[in-house]
């Protein structure tokens, strides 16, 4: 095989297997070529990630050791996707009953879900994260274009129970914006005792939802190592009950009235 097609093939290979350490024995078998030129191929590999900001090639030594791809991108390429995200849901159109946005053009775009995913698991790497965890619905896309890119699986809350589960555990939880008890179940296979999960939902109000999963990740003694949310509601800051999150999106103000929507970056960018 030419070197050129190698390239490509590795190159390939490498972005569709995320966060999975691989051998170099792997490739030498894979493309029939010696360590030394399947080192030096990576190398070129990692240098036009870096270059393109796609991500970096990771390097662990030992026998045990071999390459990983860190899916990562940059903080110029993130500032005009969410720009574009900001100006699309800007429509007045858009404006539904209660202060909320019709998006679900929005996460039914899989492009669009692939870059969000992209940014979220960019901010996420490093954390070791075993499952994402979101609650139906409209979180579900989003947390798959997450999972897509740590390369670990997607864990759905529900409102009610399916048989299709086998047995749940289940809690009641107050609605951080209407007050409300509600309740959320999860099967009882779902997640490891242990578990290091990353929560991802669609909207943020006050944030009961994502208090609720969080209560019952405890019930599973797992461990919340960051919460995600594509957009988060300005006017809920006062009695929100998460604090630590990462939103790409703030809607500051709508203004059904006037048909005015104000959407800004949220606090992605933020150390």
Do not use: W
């Amino acid at each position: 095989m030419k070197r050129s097609d190698r390239l490509v093939a590795m190159t390939s290979f490498l972005i569709e297997h995320p966060m999975e350490l691989i051998s170099l024995p792997h490739f030498s078998d894979k493309y029939g070529a010696a360590k030394s030129s399947i080192s030096e191929d990576l190398a070129i590999i990692h240098r036009m990630f870096e270059q393109n900001g796609t991500g970096y090639l990771q390097s662990i030594s030992g026998a045990a050791g071999g390459v990983k791809f860190i899916p990562q991108t940059n903080d110029t390429y993130s500032s005009k996707f969410i720009d574009h995200l900001c100006k699309e849901l800007e429509d007045p159109s858009r404006i539904l009953p209660g202060g909320y946005l019709f998006m679900s053009d929005v996460l039914g775009n899989p492009a669009t879900v692939r870059n969000i995913g992209r940014l979220f698991a960019s901010k996420f790497a490093d954390l070791e994260i075993d499952s994402i965890i979101t609650v139906a619905t409209k979180g579900i896309p989003l947390a798959y274009g997450v999972a897509s890119f740590l390369n670990v699986p997607v864990i759905i809350v529900r409102r009610d129970p399916k048989v299709t589960e086998g047995s749940t555990v289940s809690i009641n939880y107050v609605s951080g914006s209407s007050k409300k008890i509600q309740t959320m179940v999860l099967s009882k296979r779902s997640i490891k005792e242990g578990e290091n999960v990353c929560i991802i939902d669609d909207f943020m109000k006050a944030g009961g939802t994502i208090n609720g999963m969080k209560s019952l990740l405890e019930e599973f003694q797992a461990n919340v190592k960051a919460i995600g949310v594509l957009a988060e509601a300005e006017d809920e800051e006062e009695d929100r009950v998460v604090d630590q999150y990462v939103s790409l999106l703030q809607i500051k103000n709508v203004d059904a009235a006037n048909g005015k929507i104000e959407v800004v970056k949220g606090n992605y960018f933020n150390d």
